[in-house]
């Protein structure tokens, strides 16, 4: 029967994850954001799903990479990276690692750098159609901003307006009440008739699932997701409600809870009771 | 006005491939004819790896020369007005690493068209000379039809 047909299979959700900024550190915000990034990952891609890195904006600095592999390198995933400003001797193929991903995240950096060299080895295009093919695009930063139209990048040294890939219509200013000046940029650049959008907190985050809006997260208390919209010269900004995302417990202490834990039973089966 | 001699060295070796070995670099220090060159280092092809520039304020240390860089992944750092900066240079050094992440660098920031200026006027200040090395782009991947020849076609052969 027709009604058997499922409309996903067809067309893909598209899902894009915008962060206004955050680290791969234990401390509880930003393993809270790891948890999310790996639940997104894993609806596509189920016990196992491929996450890929792209440290471009940053020059892909060590730190950057080891910093995602500390993260993910003992989760259940697949994590890579793809560092274009070492690809080594033979082209690899790009297209095909990236379209065979389940989350591809893109670090922070320069905004201007990371489009530039995008452009240059035609991975704008790739991204996109790893969109629609229900792919999970996310970062945080530059890797938030690039989704969107236009962003404001300190790429040039002062804060100044750019342009994204435009898969996402509307702006979005990052770090917005972590960097004063960033945002006051940002609400000029709006009120001069830039297409308004949205400011994200550090540890704030914007999740689109298919069309219409997104839903507005937030990994630590206080950050919070602004609309911010502009209309004759006159600029509004509202915050938005946003679901507080768990904080578990480090892997590692996971595993102790749950070694003290079958220590428990084996002793309560054993009758010692103690 | 006198016109400056124009100058590319393309270098297979000097202090990114070979640490222990000054002679390339020496060389292409001595083509300034400067008693106290300046010499800026442009290591965008590698994303502007802090090792390279570590290395490259070692093997061009302050007493031989007045060394800078330019980091375009941080211009919240170093000299604000690029082009002031490297039209006032006796010598650009340019690191290796991938030659296309390298052009779309340079060409989103302007840097192209910069040293084009830089190597068509060779003048910056009286008679200093501009010189222009390209390391050889080792670590670059080689994609068969790479723009690189009309991207930067200031060396006859790039």
């Given at each position: 029967m027709a009604a058997a047909r499922r409309p996903a299979a067809a067309t893909p959700v598209r899902r894009i994850l915008a962060l206004g900024g955050h680290e791969f550190s234990s401390r509880p915000p930003d393993r809270a954001v790891c948890e999310l990034l790996l639940r997104l990952a894993g609806e596509r891609g189920g016990g196992r799903p491929r996450i890929c890195i792209l440290p471009t904006a940053s020059g892909d600095t060590s730190e950057q990479i080891a910093g995602f592999y500390s993260a993910f390198g003992e989760r259940a995933c697949e994590p890579s990276d793809v560092s274009l400003f070492r690809l080594g001797r033979r082209p690899p193929a790009l297209r095909d690692h990236l379209l065979s991903q389940d989350l591809i995240y893109v670090g922070g950096g320069s905004m201007v750098n990371l489009l530039a060299v995008w452009e240059a080895h035609d991975i704008s295009s790739i991204l996109s159609l790893a969109w629609r093919r229900g792919i999970v695009l996310a970062g945080q930063s530059a890797g938030a901003m690039c989704w969107f139209e236009a962003g404001i990048t300190k790429s040039s040294g002062r804060p100044l307006a750019a342009a994204g890939l435009?898969?996402?219509s509307g702006s979005l200013c990052v770090h917005y009440n972590d960097e004063p000046e960033r945002r006051a940029a940002y609400l000029d650049a709006v009120a001069d008739g830039m297409p308004g959008g949205y400011g994200l907190d550090d540890y704030a985050g914007l999740l689109w699932e298919g069309e219409g809006t997104p839903s507005a997260l937030t990994a630590r208390r206080g950050a919070r997701a602004y609309r911010v919209v502009g209309r004759e010269g006159e600029v509004a900004e509202s915050p938005l409600p946003a679901r507080l995302l768990p904080a578990p417990a480090p892997a590692a202490l996971r595993e102790d809870i749950a070694e003290f834990r079958r220590i428990k039973t084996m002793r309560r089966r054993a009758g010692w009771l103690g | 006005m006198q016109t400056a001699e124009r100058q590319i060295v393309a270098l297979g070796g000097g202090f990114s491939m070979e640490s222990g070995n000054p002679l390339l670099d020496d060389y292409v220090l001595g083509?300034?004819?400067?008693?106290?060159p300046r010499v800026c280092f442009l290591p965008s092809a590698s994303g502007d790896a802090d090792h390279y520039v570590v290395r490259f304020y070692r093997a061009f240390s302050a007493h031989r020369c007045e060394p800078s860089h330019v980091s375009l992944f941080r211009?919240?750092?170093?000299?604000?007005?690029l082009r002031r900066h490297l039209l006032s240079q006796d010598l650009v050094y340019v690191g290796g690493g991938s030659v296309v992440s390298l052009l779309g660098v340079w060409r989103a920031h302007g840097i192209d068209s910069i040293l084009r200026e830089a190597w068509e006027s060779g003048v910056g200040r009286g008679e200093a000379y501009h010189r222009f090395l390209r390391e050889g782009m080792r670590g670059g991947y080689a994609v068969?039809?790479?723009?690189l020849p009309e991207a930067l076609s200031t060396a006859p052969a790039a």
């Open positions: 435009g898969l996402l | 083509l300034t004819r400067a008693e106290r211009r919240e750092q170093g000299p604000g007005d068969p039809a790479a723009p």
